[in-house]
């Protein structure tokens, strides 16, 4: 029997990391040139320590502005975000830090973290294009127990860069990661920041 959406969110939550517990992770396996998922080598080593100083960065410099904090009391609801990713992926290290500080605005909202890899009945349920891109965050609805919408793996500002050098290269050159964390740190995750905001109004 082929399980529900909101049946695989429910399974899931019992053993889903808060953001400080995926934090540590990301941390000791970085110390240990690790990574999560099956599949253990040097580039993911690698991407994984670079997650863990950038994440270090956004967690120190991301700040949310007046506005949107009071948006963000005045509009939550008790949710649960479920965000699926892993200690490798690039486009985390900008996003699940301005998750964390939206959700740290409001009790209303619990951030919890689950690895991809070890849920991929669920990530299935949530492809991009076909592909199972991370992060991957889930709108959980705490009251009525099922699932009001989802977001990522990046903002649309972000996803155009994408697309328009996919357009022009035909795949993503290597460079082109580079590319995208610079444009992360210029736009400061206010592209992230305003389309989670919107979020906040699903129901």
């Not at 320590?49 to 963000?72: G, H, P």
């Not at 939206?102 to 909202?109: M, Y």
Request: aromatic share 6%; charged share 25%.
């Amino acid at each position: 029997m082929i399980k529900s959406i909101d049946e695989l969110v429910q399974e899931s939550l019992p053993k889903a990391m808060s953001y400080s517990q995926y934090r540590d992770l990301v941390a000791n396996l970085a110390k240990d040139s690790k990574s999560t998922g099956p599949s253990q080598t040097d580039d993911l080593a690698k991407y994984t320590k670079l997650n863990d100083r950038r994440m270090k960065r956004w967690d120190k410099l991301f700040k949310i502005n007046e506005t949107a904090t009071q948006t963000i009391r005045n509009t939550a609801k008790n949710h649960t975000w479920l965000v699926l990713t892993e200690s490798w992926c690039g486009d985390a290290s900008p996003a699940l830090p301005v998750m964390e500080k939206v959700t740290a605005v409001s009790t209303a909202i619990n951030l919890k973290v689950i690895l991809r890899d070890e849920n991929v009945l669920l990530m299935n349920r949530f492809l991009t294009n076909g592909g199972m891109s991370i992060p991957k965050l889930i709108v959980w609805d705490n009251t009525s127990q099922n699932v009001l919408g989802s977001w990522g793996p990046r903002s649309q500002n972000a996803a155009k860069l994408v697309e328009e050098h996919k357009g022009l290269h035909g795949t993503i050159l290597p460079g082109f990661k580079e590319e995208l964390q610079i444009w992360y740190n210029t736009d400061k995750g206010q592209s992230i920041l305003k389309e989670l905001v919107a979020l906040l109004a699903l129901k």
